[in-house]
């Protein structure tokens, strides 16, 4: 059979042309991310898998490195969505914008290779400029720091110059006085000194303020768009709530980086600080919950795009509970002096950035691809719908099952190596041999294998949703008269 809705990009405006190339990117890395994860994660099952071909350290680096590309891309992929609509101008400077994504996706694939092909020998002062900087999340060579900076700076520039040109919406004002503070941050994670303590201050305002700030500003901005797109929401409803939250995110994620000067050796005052702050950080985010919930019962849950709006939902609860929830039970130094850097960390941390980002993401791409195929019905009753809603039970069933395996074996070693043992090297040993974390390690492989499984289905489903559909996108006034 023929197709019906063939991907055209005549349907697409200038920025949503050069946004289905980042998403592409993205979709693709985030493949990368889970190739890398599995490998790792076979790795705590079968500790010499792999021995001298790709070390440990690497897998690692390659799968949160693969990460944080990926969800760049998603983002700079979704604003350019939605710039030309929101500034009701098309988009300025898009030859160059355009020149900039393949200069930025050929670097990310340089850092990648020379990972893999230098994996271990001297640190040198070249090392860090051309190889690695060796610091968690911002492993990428100083070459690469001063790049992705250019990128970054284009992208604002064709952002900022397209607001200017039409008008400045209320989401637009929020959107670039965010990726003002993004680019901004992240310089502060280029110098290098030799003092560990200071070093580890500087980086966390990196990591932190990204996605405990600016990220998270960042995914306001994109539901209030989604939820105007998809459920048909005001735009003063909207943007009332992205003023709120993000007023309450800075208000508690900025001093909430004390959570992570517990124990580097910074001044005692930030066991204080950092628990006040930080437990406060889960309020934006019940708002959060709060607000998409709202509207979905103002519009009785009516929506013309059923597989956005079911990611969309996904990162509002992903969001309450990944960053909310897992970050407040582990957040006050009493507890954190138990918890830090076990696998309970990790637990959260996947709750965290799948629960936050990666959905709203992966609701973009359904947004664009209902576009990019001609506006086509994405309503009940889809052609092989099947697919997205397996892909959807996939992945997130596979993710919540690896966070629990990951919590028990943070539980066990809590318990274990600091509480009873006294965070001794026996204790540490005593502790990865207990049959809690050993059982944890094999459930988060089995539930990591479903979860690529449901990534598998989503990328087929990626590739083929509303092909055979002839039914246009259902209209938001349809929608709510069939709720009557
Ligand atoms: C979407 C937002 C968030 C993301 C993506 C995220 C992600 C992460 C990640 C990946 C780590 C591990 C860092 C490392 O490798 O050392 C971490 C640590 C931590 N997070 Fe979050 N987090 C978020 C929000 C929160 C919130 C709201 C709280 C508190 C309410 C919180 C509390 C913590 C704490 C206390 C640690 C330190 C864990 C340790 O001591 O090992 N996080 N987070
Ligand atoms: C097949 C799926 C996946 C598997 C098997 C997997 C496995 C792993 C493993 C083994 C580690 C190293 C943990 C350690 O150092 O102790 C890790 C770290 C990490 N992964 Fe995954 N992962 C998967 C998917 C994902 C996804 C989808 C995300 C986010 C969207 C993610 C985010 C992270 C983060 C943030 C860390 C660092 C955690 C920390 O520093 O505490 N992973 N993963
Ligand atoms: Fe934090």
Redesign the pocket.
């Known amino acids: 059979m023929t197709a019906l809705r063939a991907l055209d990009s005549a349907n697409l405006n200038g920025g949503q042309k050069l946004a289905v190339k980042y998403f592409t990117v993205a979709l693709a890395l985030l493949g990368v991310q889970i190739t890398f994860g599995l490998l790792a994660a076979v790795q705590f099952v079968m500790p010499d898998f792999l021995f001298g071909v790709v070390d440990f350290s690497i897998k690692r680096m390659v799968h ?1 490195n693969a990460m944080i590309v990926w969800m760049v891309f998603g983002f700079i992929g979704s604003v350019y969505w939605m710039l030309e609509e929101e500034a009701g101008a098309p988009t300025v400077g898009l030859k160059l914008g355009n020149i900039i994504f393949y200069v930025f996706t050929a670097a990310v694939l340089v850092v990648v290779a020379v990972y893999l092909l230098v994996q271990t020998g001297p640190g040198e002062i070249e090392t860090q400029w051309f190889i690695t900087e060796g610091r ?2 911002t492993e990428a060579p100083r070459w690469a720091d001063i790049g992705i900076v250019v990128c970054l700076l284009t992208f604002f520039y064709n952002v900022a110059a397209t607001f200017s040109k039409g008008k400045v919406t209320g989401i637009g004002g929020v959107l670039l006085l965010d990726l003002v503070a993004l680019a901004g941050i992240y310089t502060l994670g280029m110098f290098y000194t030799t003092n560990l303590t200071m070093d580890q201050y500087w980086w966390w305002w990196v ?2 303020m990204w ?2 700030a600016t ?2 500003v960042m995914v306001g901005c994109m539901m209030a768009y989604g939820l105007m797109k998809v459920l048909g929401t005001s735009r003063k409803i909207v943007t009332t709530w992205l003023y709120l939250e993000v007023f309450m995110m800075f208000g ?2 900025i001093l ?1 980086i004390g ?2 000067y ?2 580097i050796g910074t001044p005692q005052y930030w066991l204080s600080i ?1 628990g006040f702050f ?5 309020l934006p ?1 019940v708002a959060m919950v709060v607000h998409a919930v709202y509207d979905a019962g103002v519009h009785k849950s009516r929506n013309n795009n059923h597989p956005a709006m079911g990611w969309l939902i996904a990162h509002a609860f992903g ?1 309450f509970f ?3 929830v ?3 039970i ?2 006050l130094p009493q507890i ?1 002096l138990y ?4 696998q ?3 637990s ?3 709750f ?2 799948y ?3 990666a959905t709203i993401i992966i609701a973009f791409f359904y947004i664009a691809l209902q576009k990019w195929r001609g506006d086509v019905w994405m309503s009940g009753n889809l052609f092989g719908g099947w697919k997205w809603k397996w892909s959807m039970v996939l992945l997130n069933v596979g993710m919540l099952g690896m966070i629990m395996g990951m919590l028990v074996a943070g539980f066990a070693q809590s318990q274990i190596e600091r509480a009873i043992g006294g965070a001794t090297w026996t204790a540490f040993f005593a502790a990865q041999e207990h049959p809690w974390f050993v059982q944890g390690m094999h459930w988060r492989l089995a539930f990591g294998t479903m979860f690529a499984a449901g990534y598998a289905l989503l990328v087929w489903d990626l590739l083929t949703i509303g092909k055979r559909e002839t039914r246009p996108v259902q209209s938001h006034d349809d929608a709510a008269l069939e709720a009557k």
């Open positions: 949160i968690e999340y990591i932190h996605v405990e990220w998270e508690s994620g909430g959570h992570h517990f124990w950092g930080s437990a406060l950080e889960p985010l969001n990944g960053a909310g897992f970050g407040f582990h957040t954190n918890t830090h850097g076990t309970w960390s990790a959260h941390g996947h965290a950035f629960g936050a980002y």
